[in-house]
């Protein structure tokens, strides 16, 4: 058995980790991608509760949200850099170690500023993690079985998602808001103990860039700032969006010139991984602005009680579980631009359900809600399977990073979609918002009937394929 941070993956006929290390490695990894998951999705309902306790305007407290959300997203590709130069499993269990002693600091938090510093720091330990769970998982899987496996790990990430919502409202009924955090201690304890079965995987030697990651941290903030701002002040967004576009042509031009970038320019060369980087943003834009659209049309539109919304949006999540389970025994009888090409299909169909079904009786809006759930499910681990095996194994951590900018960037450019269409007026808003979900979903569509044209045969081979 190969030691933690050993420098070679185990041999191509040794494929993956032996059992029963295998099932501790993955378990560690699942577990914290859905504590790490759990932690920006639960915040949302206590926002009121801790604005109202520690004096924070409403407004203020939403960078309980953001400052987490941020502090992701400008550490993933230095992250991953890191992972690449000292073993995943050290940046993962460090990350694991920041994560639940930041919540414990939340938990205690004395006032707000202490609260948001802690925040900055829990963003930095699930950066640590995120950057490094997709080289782990690739690494701890037999080739043969990680389709299965990273399904898994997706149906449990997908669950997570969907249900922080409502378990943190079932907390919150029963207990104080710092228990939120709380809860994160023992998971995240046992979690990084696991965390020392994880594969070994190979070190590359990189010095680290301090220009591209200040221009990394300068691009991916302010384009998820403006996207933020465009919704409310659109003078301000756009002014933020420039900016960040003038950051990302000098990252761009910076590491285009360079051997070994921040910016992996080498994997957009990967035909597979673009079309499924690009497919990915689309899809996490049209969930999330279907689920911030779709509360305010039950109850605007709708009439419907928050009871008889809470039940209907419980569809949702169960649909995207059952389906992710079953998705990954069709990728490889379809292909992942298939069923992604089918998943955008599924999405039109249910908002359409969503939208036309009569008033009479409300749970005849549940087969929309669960077609909703059946796409993300079918979309979700095809997808990511094609964006994690189409790079070399040494460069997953780069390509883990990248999935997490999508996703990131794809929310935050729903929601603002989402924004604009409720902005309108109260009577057309929410449908005007469920509209763009739609329109967000046929272009999922359309880049999956070219990515079947372009790339047929790899699809049903699982080939690698170079522009």
Do not use: K
Request: net charge positive.
């Amino acid at each position: 058995m190969s030691a933690p941070d050993s420098l070679s993956f185990p041999a191509p006929a040794d494929d993956g980790l032996r059992m029963p290390r295998r099932a501790v490695a993955v378990g560690a990894i699942t577990l914290a991608a859905i504590l790490s998951v759990l932690d920006g999705s639960m915040l949302n309902v206590a926002l009121p509760l801790i604005s109202a306790e520690t004096g924070m305007s409403p407004a203020a407290s939403v960078w309980l949200l953001n400052a987490y959300q941020l502090t992701i997203v400008a550490s993933l590709l230095p992250l991953a850099v890191a992972g690449e130069r000292v073993g995943y499993a050290r940046v993962f269990r460090l990350g694991l170690l920041l994560f639940t002693l930041s919540a414990l600091a939340c938990a205690f938090a004395p006032d707000a500023r202490t609260l948001v510093s802690a925040r900055i720091v829990q963003g930095l330990g699930s950066g640590c993690i995120m950057s490094s769970a997709a080289a782990l998982l690739r690494a701890a899987y037999p080739a043969r079985l990680f389709a299965t496996g990273l399904g898994i790990n997706t149906m449990a990430v997908t669950l997570a998602a969907a249900a922080g919502p409502a378990l943190s409202s079932a907390i919150l009924a029963v207990a104080h808001w710092r228990w939120l955090f709380s809860i994160a201690l023992p998971a995240g304890t046992l979690a990084w103990l696991c965390a020392f079965a994880l594969p070994a995987t190979p070190r590359r030697p990189t010095r680290l860039d301090l220009p591209s990651m200040a221009l990394n941290v300068a691009a991916l903030s302010l384009t998820v700032i403006g996207l933020d701002r465009l919704g409310v002040h659109p003078p301000t967004g756009l002014a933020v969006l420039l900016a960040a576009a003038a950051a990302w042509l000098a990252w761009i031009r910076r590491d285009a010139r360079r051997a070994r970038p921040l910016l992996p320019l080498d994997l957009f060369a990967i035909v597979r991984f673009r079309l499924s980087i690009f497919t990915s943003l689309l899809m996490f834009a049209t969930q999330m602005a279907s689920l911030i659209a779709l509360p305010f049309h039950f109850h605007g539109d709708r009439g419907l009680t928050l009871p008889q919304a809470a039940l209907l949006l419980t569809v949702w999540p169960i649909g995207a579980t059952v389906t992710t389970f079953f998705a990954s025994r069709l990728l490889a009888r379809f292909g992942a631009a298939t069923l992604c090409a089918t998943a955008a299909i599924v999405m039109v169909a249910g908002l359409s359900w969503i939208l036309l079904a009569p008033d009479h009786l409300f749970l005849l809006l549940a087969p929309g809600l669960a077609l909703g759930g059946i796409a993300v499910g079918l979309f979700q681990a095809p997808n990511t399977h094609d964006m994690l095996s189409s790079p070399p194994r040494d460069r997953v951590g780069a390509a883990g990073g990248m999935q997490a900018i999508a996703r990131v960037g794809g929310q935050s450019l729903g929601a603002t979609l989402a924004g604009i269409g409720l902005a309108q007026s109260d009577r057309i808003g929410p449908t005007l918002a469920i509209a763009f979900a739609m329109g967000l979903a046929l272009m999922v569509l359309a880049v999956n009937l070219r990515r079947r044209r372009f790339l047929p045969a790899m699809e049903r081979t699982g080939t690698m394929a170079r522009s």
